[in-house]
């Protein structure tokens, strides 16, 4: 079945480090990515996505690129800040083969981020 | 525009209750989905509603059901509660068209069963 991978964590960077958060998914059709931010104590937000390989999805300096070749969309950010600090998490959603839906949402199982002064 | 809404925000059970989560949509969505995270762990997918049916189900027992009103806001019921349903639920709406793939998220309910 469908599944995302994400890299352990927690991860603790200081501030004005760079961030590279590492995800692979399996997939059999075509399968939409995202990454969603989960600050402490509240729910999802939608951080960015990316519907086709090679799309880049950027939003507040994060970005990941759709790479089909290597099932992969790792998360990035040239310099993180103390506000960053959160649980990302790497998931998919997938529109099977002749259908014009999306389906569920798939979840990796987050990676904890901690940025320090 | 408002944004996915849940009611409670927390709740305490014991187990062998019963218990009512409620979810109103963003604004013009018509699809709601529920997710269950629990501690520590990615959510998973409980069911969807749409046009006031179940159109899909993950892998969860059949004391979870599900509701959708006309109004397309939704309800997640679970029965005879175990210390394992302790989690906080996620509802997410979406609109069920071509090439809309993102689903936006509530605040959750945060479940504690004893």
């Known amino acids: 079945g469908n599944s995302v991978t994400q890299m352990e964590g927690p991860v603790t960077l200081s501030e004005e480090a760079f961030l590279t958060i590492n995800c692979t998914y399996t997939?059999?059709?075509?399968?939409?990515l995202f990454w969603y931010v989960q600050y402490p104590g509240e729910g999802l937000q939608l951080l960015l996505k990316a519907t086709k390989a090679d799309d880049k999805g950027s939003n507040k300096g994060f970005e990941a690129t759709y790479r089909k070749e290597t099932t992969s969309f790792h998360l990035e950010k040239g310099s993180v800040q103390v506000s960053d600090s959160a649980v990302y998490f790497c998931a998919l959603s997938e529109r099977e083969f002749q259908k014009t839906s999306y389906d569920k949402v798939i979840f990796g199982p987050g990676t904890s981020l901690s940025v320090i002064p | 525009d408002a944004g996915v809404t849940q009611s409670p925000t927390h709740l305490i059970k014991t187990r062998g209750q019963q218990v009512t989560l409620r979810c109103s949509p963003k604004?013009?969505?018509?699809?709601v989905s529920w997710y269950q995270q629990a501690l520590g762990q990615g959510p998973q997918f409980i069911f969807q509603?749409?046009?006031?049916?179940?159109?899909q189900r993950g892998n969860f027992p059949d004391r979870f059901s599900g509701h959708q009103f006309p109004n397309y806001s939704s309800e997640l019921n679970v029965n005879a509660l175990l210390l394992g349903d302790s989690a906080l639920y996620l509802c997410a709406s979406s609109l069920l068209v071509v090439n809309e793939e993102t689903q936006y998220f509530g605040p959750g309910t945060r479940l504690l069963v004893l």
């Open positions: 509603y749409y046009e006031e049916e179940e159109r």
């Open positions: 604004s013009g969505h018509d699809t």
């Open positions: 997939a059999t059709g075509y399968p939409s």
